[in-house]
């Protein structure tokens, strides 16, 4: 993917945060690489706990390097 002449070489995912709904996950693929975004509200404490969990995830389907 290119943009006025220059080649796009990182993309991430945003999801914004809504009135009634503190937290946000994204995933975007591109290029080979997935990348998922974690977006909460200050209400939200064990955020640290839910990215913890998709970088488990993550490396669980990645399988053995």
Do not use: C, E, H, K
């Amino acid at each position: 993917l290119w943009l006025a002449g220059a080649r796009l070489l990182d993309a991430a995912g945003v999801a914004p945060l809504q009135a009634d709904v503190p937290l946000g996950v994204a995933a975007l693929s591109y290029a080979g690489t997935l990348a998922v975004t974690v977006n909460a509200d200050a209400a939200v404490s064990d955020v640290d706990v839910l990215a913890a969990g998709i970088a488990r995830g993550m490396a669980a389907l990645r399988g053995p390097a």
